[in-house]
């Protein structure tokens, strides 16, 4: 399949919909992989960090 041009390209055929949904929901699949860890990690700290300074 070749484009001609990028209008071409962008409407992926007329799958246009559901190619960018799919590279769409892939892209919030790997942020959330990598954002959900760091952000647990945060609170785990927070936490225990919390719970030290409440038994000295």
Same mark, same amino acid.
């Given at each position: 399949?070749?484009? $001609? #041009?990028?209008?071409? /390209?962008? !409407?992926?055929?007329?799958? !246009? /919909?559901? @190619?960018?949904?799919?590279?769409? %929901?892939?892209? @919030? @699949?790997?942020? !959330? $992989?990598?954002?959900?860890?760091?952000?647990? *990690?945060? =609170?785990?700290? *927070? #936490?225990?960090? %919390?719970? =030290? =300074? *409440? #038994?000295?």
């Amino acid at each position: 399949m070749t484009f $001609n #041009s990028l209008a071409e /390209f962008f !409407a992926m055929g007329g799958y !246009a /919909f559901y @190619v960018w949904t799919s590279y769409g %929901l892939t892209l @919030v @699949v790997l942020l !959330a $992989n990598i954002i959900i860890p760091i952000w647990q *990690r945060k =609170q785990l700290l *927070r #936490s225990l960090s %919390l719970k =030290q =300074q *409440r #038994s000295e």
